[in-house]
């Protein structure tokens, strides 16, 4: 892990928390952090303890072991001033849909001490909503209203945005559209932002960092870039006219290659992808591609976690 001053200095630390109901362990003294500025994935198979964690986050659930700090402050004992950092979006986002997006801000907002009229036109620019906040929230599509949450969420400044399963029914459009606003709030607002989602190819391009969670138990944390690229080496495809001739000349460098769907899959760095192309075309070898395919997050969450479906 980096030791930058942002993963030094993390927002949200979670220490060897448990959580028990009766004589079931539903999470088994799990530890990671959260830096600043940075969106953080939260992934897991069915049961893993996910939503309990995220509930034990927000308090909407008690620990039975361990401790969660927020902004230096500990959930447990002292949970106000802990849980001013949060903003958080749990399952859909409720809002009075005969009410316009603006006056839902404005009820919202009356809750707030010190929230006042520039701050809702603050979060209303910040998740591009300035052409429809005066429509009916009715009128909203889905995405409109996950972005509406968003804002209500964001109203009291807080240091850490929780969003559980956000993309849930959204489609390609609106995921984009949450993933660019997302982006925007760690880039420019240095908020950090929780997602749990079950959507792997989305987290991949959603997040800075994954922590993968089974039975309870973490199994990794990693930077994005670490899950797409171990090493200096990639996962290296030739497609060549005689691909058995290939593996042959291979196997007698002491290289380990394998051959799936008639093309030749090999191991390589970059000066050994060239080197490896010249060989084959001095020993009489038609290549007609050469390409890159790096493991995706979902190729390793499953090597991780075995098969089991996820949520």
Not at 213 to 235: C, M, P, S, T, Y
Not at 261 to 290: C, H, P, S
């Given at each position: ?12 630390q979670?220490?060897?928390i ?29 049961g893993?303890?996910k ?19 927020i ?6 004992t ?5 849980i ?11 809002m ?26 603050e979060v ?11 429509d ?65 190819a ?9 922590a ?95 098969s089991?479906?996820?949520?």
């Amino acid at each position: 892990m980096s030791t930058s001053q942002e993963v030094a200095a993390p927002i949200v630390q979670v220490d060897r928390i448990s959580k028990r109901i009766g004589s079931k362990t539903i999470i088994d003294k799990l530890s990671f952090v959260v830096p600043r500025g940075e969106v953080f994935g939260f992934l897991g198979p069915n049961g893993a303890g996910k939503t309990t964690t995220i509930r034990m986050i927000v308090g909407l659930m008690s620990i039975s072991e361990g401790d969660i700090r927020i902004g230096g402050y500990s959930v447990r004992t002292h949970f106000e001033q802990a849980i001013r950092h949060i903003g958080a979006i749990v399952e859909n986002p409720e809002m009075y849909k005969f009410l316009s997006g603006y006056n839902n801000l404005v009820h919202y907002a009356r809750m707030i001490p010190g929230i006042g009229d520039e701050r809702i036109e603050e979060v209303i620019e910040l998740v591009g909503m300035t052409n429809r906040i005066h429509d009916k929230v009715k009128t909203y599509s889905l995405g409109m209203r996950q972005r509406l949450g968003i804002a209500q969420a964001l109203l009291h400044k807080p240091s850490v945005l929780i969003l559980d399963e956000p993309t849930n029914g959204l489609d390609p459009a609106g995921i984009r559209e949450l993933r660019d606003h997302l982006r925007k709030l760690t880039r420019e607002e240095g908020i950090s932002v929780i997602v749990s989602s079950h959507l792997l190819a989305e987290m991949e391009l959603m997040c800075d960092r994954v922590a993968i969670i089974q039975n309870g138990k973490l199994v990794d944390v990693r930077l994005i870039k670490e899950f797409v690229r171990e090493d200096g080496k990639h996962r290296v495809v030739y497609e060549v006219d005689a691909v058995q001739q290939a593996l042959k000349i291979v196997s007698e460098h002491g290289i380990q290659a394998e051959v799936v769907d008639n093309e030749l899959v090999m191991q390589l760095d970059k000066e050994e992808t060239a080197g490896w192309n010249k060989r084959f075309v001095e020993a009489g070898i038609a290549i007609y591609g050469i390409r890159k395919s790096a493991k995706s997050l979902e190729d390793q969450f499953l090597e991780m976690t075995g098969s089991d479906p996820i949520a």
